[in-house]
């Protein structure tokens, strides 16, 4: 079975630009996380989804975040305008609900904000 | 609010010792989960632990879900240089509702094994 696909796997842009972010979840997963990990901050969520629709964004850190899950199987997490300090690991998770809180998660996307 | 405390922090070991960490939490928690994230990747799922008392073993592994339900326990025997990364222990967040899945996660113990 495939896990949890994100892509790129890494993104290097200058600062001010837009950054979008994919991920695809396991199929029949009707949960879905957006996290960000830092050195500093460790593994934060910002958002998440349930059946398709967004739950819980107070973790997003400001308007310049916003993320969509237009359908079961695809999710985008965008930023715009990118900021050196947006730098960090960005990991998107999913689960099923019903088997518990089990979160299987992606290989995650390195970005880079110069 | 909700927070997991993870220890050590840190661990340098030689290969072949064992390693043991903890997590505690000041909530109560239903389910214990261990993670692993290797150097370049996301976390994997080690353990799941949904009982008081329950200790689960996965090969050199074993994770305990304390009696309290406030503390986890990981164990791995005889280390090996693939151990290496870091460890998360999760808990699911409650605020009355339903939590639909969502984790809270301690800040992670780095091992380190030496060849």
């Known amino acids: 079975d495939a896990g949890v696909i994100q892509s790129p796997r890494h993104e290097v842009t200058e600062m001010g630009q837009e950054v979008t972010l994919r991920c695809k979840p396991i199929s029949g997963h009707n949960s879905l996380f957006w996290y960000r990990q830092t050195m500093m901050r460790g593994l934060e969520l910002l958002i998440y989804?349930?059946?398709?629709?967004?739950?819980?964004d107070s973790g997003m850190p400001e308007d310049r975040f916003s993320a969509k899950m237009p359908n079961a199987s695809f999710s985008t997490l965008k930023i715009q305008p990118s900021e050196p300090r947006d730098s960090a690991v960005y990991f998107c998770a999913s689960s099923l609900r019903v088997l518990g809180e089990t979160q299987y998660f992606g290989p995650g996307t390195r970005l880079l904000v110069l | 609010g909700q927070q997991l405390n993870q220890s050590p922090q840190s661990m340098f070991i030689q290969e072949g010792e064992d390693v043991s960490m903890n997590c505690t939490s000041s909530?109560?928690?239903?389910?214990w989960l261990w993670y692993k994230q290797d150097p370049g990747e996301g976390p994997v799922l080690l353990i799941a632990?949904?009982?008081?008392?329950e200790l689960t073993s996965n090969g050199r592994l074993t994770a305990q879900f304390g009696i309290t339900r406030k503390d986890s326990f990981l164990n791995i025997s005889a280390s090996i240089p693939s151990d290496v990364g870091i460890y998360f222990c999760?808990?699911?967040?409650?605020?009355?509702?339903?939590?639909?899945?969502?984790?809270?996660f301690g800040q992670g113990t780095i091992l380190t094994v030496h060849p």
């Open positions: 989804f349930n059946n398709n629709v967004p739950i819980d």
């Open positions: 632990l949904y009982k008081a008392g």
């Open positions: 909530s109560i928690f239903n389910t």
């Open positions: 999760a808990g699911p967040r409650s605020a009355g509702g339903t939590s639909y899945g969502k984790l809270t």
